[in-house]
T-cell receptor
C-alpha cells in the first residue's frame, strides 16, 4: 500500500491567495483527519470525517478554512484567503475504523505551507 | 492545560542507554497511543494500549498505562542513533468520538 498521499509537499503562496491541500487516504480506511503542526501550537486537529461525513470541525480556526471529502478516496483542505499565520505543516491521516475503542492513525508526509 | 502532556520535553542520551518518557492526561480514555516523528516527516504509529491494559511490549518498546494516575510511560531500551526523533502520546478520550488529543511531544536525541 502506498500509504496516505498528500499533495503538494511544499506550497509557497502570497497572502490573500487561495490554497488547496489534497489528501488520498489508505484504501479501505473510513476515517480521515486533518491536522496542523506549528512550533508554537504543536499538533492540532482541524477536522475529521467518518465515512466521508464531517464529524467534528471544532478545530477549524475560522471561516477561511474549509474541508471536503467528496468520496472515500479523496479529501481537500482549502484556505481562502490565506494569511501568514496559516504557515504550518498540514498533515492528513486516516484510520481503518472509527467505532469501538479506536484504532491507530496513519499519517501522510505533510504539506509545508508558507504564506508570505 | 492540554490533555496528553509529555515529560520531559527533551531528552539526550548515549547510544545503548534506555530512554523513558511520560504522558499525563486528564479525563477517561478508551486508549492511549504513542507516535514517533522524525524531523520533516509525518507521525508514525508505534503502539496502542487500551484502557483495560496495563503494559504492552513491541520490540524494544515498552508502554505502561496507569489509569488511576491518568498517566502512561514509553520506555525505549538499548537506544540507537536511529531512535532520535520526537515522540508523542495521543489519548482517545471517551467523550471525544474518534479523535485523538496529542501532547506536545518529547524530543529525544541519541548520541552515538
Amino acid at each position: 500500500d502506498a500509504g496516505v498521499i498528500q499533495s503538494p509537499r511544499h506550497e509557497v503562496t502570497e497572502m490573500g491567495q487561495e490554497v488547496t491541500l489534497r489528501c488520498k487516504p489508505i484504501s479501505g480506511h473510513n476515517s480521515l483527519f486533518w491536522y496542523r503542526q506549528t512550533m508554537m501550537r504543536g499538533l492540532e486537529l482541524l477536522i475529521y470525517f467518518n465515512n466521508n461525513v464531517p464529524i467534528d470541525d471544532s478545530g477549524m480556526p475560522e471561516d477561511r478554512f474549509s474541508a471536503k471529502m467528496p468520496n472515500a478516496s479523496f479529501s481537500t483542505l482549502k484556505i481562502q484567503p490565506s494569511e501568514p499565520r496559516d504557515s504550518a505543516v498540514y498533515f492528513c491521516a486516516s484510520s481503518p475504523r472509527w467505532e469501538g475503542v479506536g484504532y491507530e492513525q496513519y499519517f501522510g508526509p505533510g504539506t509545508r505551507l508558507t504564506v508570505t | 492545560s492540554q490533555q496528553g502532556e509529555e515529560d520531559p520535553q527533551a531528552l539526550s542520551i548515549q547510544e545503548g542507554e534506555n530512554a523513558t518518557m511520560n504522558c499525563s492526561y486528564k479525563t477517561s480514555i478508551n486508549n492511549l497511543q504513542w507516535y514517533r516523528q522524525n524531523s520533516g516527516r509525518g507521525l508514525v504509529h508505534l503502539i496502542l494500549i487500551r484502557s483495560n491494559e496495563r503494559e504492552k511490549h513491541s520490540g524494544r518498546l515498552r508502554v505502561t498505562l496507569d489509569t488511576s494516575k491518568k498517566s502512561s510511560s514509553l520506555l525505549i531500551t538499548a537506544s540507537r542513533a536511529a531512535d532520535t526523533a520526537s515522540y508523542f502520546c495521543a489519548a482517545r478520550l471517551q467523550a471525544a468520538g474518534n479523535k485523538l488529543t496529542f501532547g506536545g511531544g518529547t524530543r529525544v536525541l541519541v548520541k552515538p
